[in-house]
């Protein structure tokens, strides 16, 4: 039996940073699966595909094959049609993409299965939107993992100074908030609290603080009094 671990939570939250420590430290194997709705989102962009066109996306998706593998630090990587895209996913315009066809069900369909199998065959900590809700509805610990719209935004806005990016706080804000609708209101596995999950909101803590949360939670599990 192996253990699951799931953290969904808005973009910005802190959900890769905090999960890739945590696989750390207890050994489990860290699947991103925004990476993955990424790299289908890539995919469109790259062939010129409207993301509104749900007809010809639902077409293209038995096209399209998304898998992962890890590099020699663990580091995730993730293949388009067995490219490695990984260097290609992080951008506003591919994050935007993911977020709009995500709410398209044949894109969904398509990276299910494969979310699922991995869990069947090791102890994983997945994050995204819709883990503990409907990929992992049985996972071992749930954790939705938030954080006011601001201090998400100030997070992003200090990132992209750091990368000496051009940018403007209000509007970094906007696209959160935008971003945040367009997964909370989506028909299909929207973005929302497992009601079994544990409730974590990072506005006001570090990141150590955060896992170390995460793992007194997943201690109880292991470690049951
Ligand atoms: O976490 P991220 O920003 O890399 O995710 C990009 C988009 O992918 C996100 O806005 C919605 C979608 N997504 C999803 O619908 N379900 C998931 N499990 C993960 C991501």
Known sequence: MYYSI?????AGAGKSTIAKEIAKKIHFIYVDTGAMYRAIALYFLREGIDGHDTERISEECPKIRVTLGYDGEGRQQVFLNGENVTPFIRTEEVGKMASLTAAIPAVRAAL?????????????LMDGRDIGTNVL?????????????????????????????????????????????????????????????????????????????????????????
Not at 151 to 160: G, P, Q, W
Not at 214 to 219: L, Q, S, W
């Open 6 to 10: 799931a953290i969904d939570g808005p």
């Open 112 to 124: 299910l299965d494969l979310q699922r199998d991995m869990a069947r065959t090791s102890n994983i």
């Open 137 to 225: 509805p049985d996972a071992s610990l749930k954790i939705y993992l938030t954080a006011s719209s601001a201090v998400r935004a100030k997070r992003r806005f200090d990132e992209l100074k750091a990368k000496g990016t051009d940018c403007d706080f209000a509007q970094i804000e906007r696209d959160i908030i935008e971003r945040d609708k367009q997964d909370m209101e989506r028909e299909i596995a929207p973005l929302k609290k497992a009601e079994d999950a544990v409730l974590v909101d990072s506005s006001e803590l570090s990141i150590d603080e955060v896992v170390d949360k995460v793992i007194a939670e997943y201690n109880k599990i292991i470690l049951p009094e």
